[in-house]
C-alpha cells in the first residue's frame, strides 16, 4: 500500500470535485470535512433552532439544504422541461429542498461527497490509472 494513494485534493474539498449524474456534472464539496461539519451545524440550527434534538431531525431535508448553501458549488449540462439551467442558489433551493430529489439526486450527490475517490488529489489519480493499466 502506498500512503500517497489515499491522499486528498484540499482544493477539491473545499471548492468542490466534479460528480457525474448522467450527462450532468455537479460540483460537490466534500461531506466529513470540518468545514462542512460546521455548515452542517449552522444549517441545523437556522432549520430546527439551537435546542433541537438531532434524534427528530429529518436527514432528508437537513442535507438538502446542505447541498444548497454549502455543499454544491456549481453545475453544468442541468436541463428542466425549459432547457438548460444555470446555476444559482435559487435553483438550487428549489432542486435541493425538493422531496421528490431527496431520495434520488441527493442521496447520489451525498453519497458521492462521502467517497474518497472522489476527492483524491490529481497526481495520485494519475498514478493508479497506470497501475491498474499494467
Given at each position: 500500500?502506498?500512503?500517497?494513494?489515499?491522499r486528498?485534493?484540499?482544493?477539491?474539498?473545499?471548492?468542490?470535485?466534479?460528480?457525474?449524474?448522467?450527462?450532468a456534472v455537479?460540483?460537490?464539496?466534500?461531506?466529513?470535512?470540518?468545514?462542512?461539519?460546521?455548515?452542517?451545524?449552522?444549517?441545523?440550527?437556522?432549520?430546527?433552532?439551537?435546542?433541537?434534538?438531532?434524534?427528530?431531525?429529518?436527514?432528508?431535508?437537513?442535507?438538502?439544504?446542505?447541498?444548497?448553501?454549502?455543499?454544491?458549488?456549481?453545475?453544468?449540462?442541468?436541463?428542466?422541461q425549459?432547457?438548460?439551467?444555470?446555476?444559482?442558489?435559487?435553483?438550487?433551493?428549489?432542486?435541493?429542498?425538493?422531496p421528490?430529489?431527496?431520495?434520488?439526486?441527493?442521496?447520489?450527490?451525498?453519497t458521492?461527497?462521502?467517497?474518497?475517490?472522489?476527492?483524491?488529489?490529481?497526481?495520485?489519480?494519475?498514478?493508479?490509472?497506470?497501475?491498474?493499466?499494467?
Amino acid at each position: 500500500m502506498n500512503l500517497s494513494d489515499y491522499r486528498e485534493s484540499k482544493d477539491k474539498q473545499q471548492n468542490g470535485s466534479p460528480i457525474y449524474v448522467g450527462s450532468a456534472v455537479f460540483y460537490v464539496r466534500r461531506l466529513g470535512t470540518k468545514e462542512s461539519q460546521e455548515a452542517l451545524k449552522n444549517i441545523k440550527q437556522a432549520l430546527y433552532g439551537p435546542f433541537h434534538k438531532m434524534q427528530d431531525v429529518d436527514n432528508n431535508r437537513l442535507y438538502g439544504h446542505w447541498l444548497t448553501e454549502y455543499g454544491v458549488t456549481n453545475w453544468e449540462g442541468v436541463n428542466d422541461q425549459d432547457g438548460e439551467l444555470a446555476y444559482s442558489k435559487d435553483a438550487a433551493r428549489n432542486i435541493f429542498t425538493n422531496p421528490d430529489y431527496f431520495l434520488s439526486l441527493n442521496d447520489i450527490l451525498i453519497t458521492a461527497a462521502l467517497r474518497f475517490e472522489n476527492y483524491l488529489a490529481e497526481e495520485t489519480q494519475t498514478d493508479g490509472d497506470k497501475l491498474e493499466k499494467k
